[in-house]
């Protein structure tokens, strides 16, 4: 009867700490927008679960698929997070019983000379060979009467879902780097290609200076000039071919393979792809939906807020029941027979009364570890936030500059088309000519660069907004449930 009571209060009663409440953060709608993109791009906005196909780029799209398939950053953060799901089971697991079997069989040779031997080899019928065998089950179960246990047991749950939100930051990241790297490669490739044109430009106007040397029309300071221009275009190039080298290896070691593995696909040059439209109308709740940095702080902050209770629990008594069931005999032939059945029955209360402030110590640790993990919560927000502002700004104003860049290419190169006309007629001086070509090529550089990091500046875009998972649709985080699986809102 006893035994019930306990039993039935064990299961009513409710777990001791505060109850969770998920924050409230209210932030103003983003002030940068992305139009200046919009109004160039050609393509359509991607979903942004998949934003890298909106490049129109097959292999990008290859690349970025197969760095996700393969790369062992992805592949620790998926054992991380079966490692906290195993945690977490373990965890819930503690609020049941535990049942244990137990088969024992021992034989004893016993020494006479021992006290124990020397005593009882003075009875009748004693025999130094005695055996004993043992069959039973033991069952144990701590009942949570204070909700300790539950609160641990939430706490291991919520850090699980952290985790998982944890390996999808991981993915965003494998993608985006991935993306990064390709583009990059797409970047100086282009740029290498700019470079030979020169070298082949300036070794023609070499040619050029040498006939007209020839024809006494040009001296050797001159011919000095168009060596010079010649040697600094093709010493570029080193440059440029390290820096290729770089990102190629980058991108191997992102697809989980030695570098070197997948140079060779890479290798033929490839135009650096058009930037897709970016939806603009994301607001910051969209963003704190989607972003996994954001949700995996939430519920760490949900975590730390279990513990209070847990540590609060301590101030009451904890309850646990034991049993065990079995037989005992010292003959194989009588083990299962009723007189060899025996059972034992325990009830143990424990609580800490005194311990000098520990309890008190343990509570205001857990919750100094909740204010920070708000502090921290509210922290990743916030940057959520300024990635989102910077990585719009950067992107608006990067092509922006492309777009000049493009028509100053345009206007250098017919400037050098004049100024060569202009040499070979004899109209101007070969430093013009060089000067036309220096300019020509500088910003001919520049705007693949810029292209480039135009393309570069779309990505961050589509990682700040939390592009590269499927974000399942839910109504309850839009209203801000407690059981929704981001809490902010």
């Not at 819930?92 to 244990?100: E, M, N």
């Not at 060596?227 to 697809?255: G, H, I």
């Not at 300024?386 to 777009?403: H, I, K």
Request: one cysteine or more; hydrophobic letters at 45%.
């Amino acid at each position: 009867m006893a035994a019930s009571l306990v039993l039935s209060v064990g299961i009513t009663a409710c777990a001791v700490g505060p109850d969770y409440v998920a924050p409230t953060t209210n932030l103003a709608p983003f002030h940068n927008r992305v139009e200046a993109n919009a109004q160039h791009a050609t393509i359509p906005a991607p979903h942004l679960d998949t934003w890298w196909t909106g490049f129109n780029d097959p292999m990008l799209v290859a690349v970025v698929e197969r760095a996700l398939a393969q790369n062992l950053d992805l592949a620790a953060a998926f054992a991380r997070v079966q490692q906290a799901r195993a945690s977490a089971s373990a965890a819930g697991a503690q609020l049941l019983p535990t049942i244990d079997l137990d088969a024992t069989g021992s034989a004893l040779h016993q020494s006479l000379l021992s006290p124990l031997g020397a005593l009882a080899s003075t009875f009748p019928g004693y025999s130094r060979d005695q055996r004993e065998y043992n069959v039973g089950a033991a069952a144990s179960w701590e009942i949570d009467l204070a909700g300790g246990l539950r609160r641990s047991a939430a706490a291991a749950t919520d850090e699980a879902l952290a985790a998982q939100a944890e390996q999808l930051g991981t993915r965003i990241t494998v993608a985006a780097d991935a993306a990064d790297a390709y583009l990059q490669i797409r970047g100086f490739q282009a740029r290498l290609a700019v470079a030979q044109d020169q070298i082949d430009t300036d070794a023609r106007l070499l040619e050029l200076v040498q006939v007209r040397r020839r024809a006494g029309a040009a001296d050797d300071r001159q011919i000095a000039q168009a060596e010079a221009l010649l040697k600094q275009a093709r010493s570029t190039v080193p440059t440029l071919r390290t820096a290729l080298e770089a990102q190629l290896n980058r991108l191997d070691v992102l697809m989980g393979a030695q570098p070197g593995t997948y140079a060779q696909e890479l290798a033929g040059p490839g135009a650096i792809p058009a930037i897709p439209a970016i939806g603009d109308n994301d607001q910051p709740l969209d963003v704190l939906r989607r972003r996994p940095d954001i949700e995996a702080a939430e519920r760490r902050l949900a975590a730390s807020n279990e513990r209070i209770g847990a540590a609060i629990s301590d101030y009451y008594p904890k309850i646990s029941l034991s049993g065990a069931l079995g037989f005992d005999s010292n003959s194989a032939n009588h083990l299962f027979t009723a007189r060899a059945f025996q059972s034992v029955g325990t009830g143990a209360l424990r609580w800490r009364l005194f311990d000098f402030g520990k309890v008190d110590a343990e509570v205001a640790q857990a919750r100094g570890a909740n204010a920070e993990a708000l502090a921290l919560y509210r922290q990743t927000v916030l940057k959520a936030a300024e990635d989102v502002e910077n990585a719009f700004m950067a992107l608006a104003q990067t092509e922006a500059r492309r777009q000049e860049l493009q028509d100053e290419v345009g206007s250098l190169t017919r400037a050098r088309d004049l100024s060569e006309r202009a040499y070979k007629a004899g109209a101007i001086t070969l430093t013009d000519v060089l000067d036309a070509d220096r300019q020509l090529l500088v910003a001919r550089d520049d705007l693949d660069s810029t292209r480039a990091d135009a393309a570069r500046a779309a990505v961050s875009a589509f990682r700040a907004l939390g592009g590269g998972w499927d974000l399942p649709a839910d109504p309850r985080v839009a209203s801000g449930s407690p059981s929704a699986p981001v809490r902010a809102r």
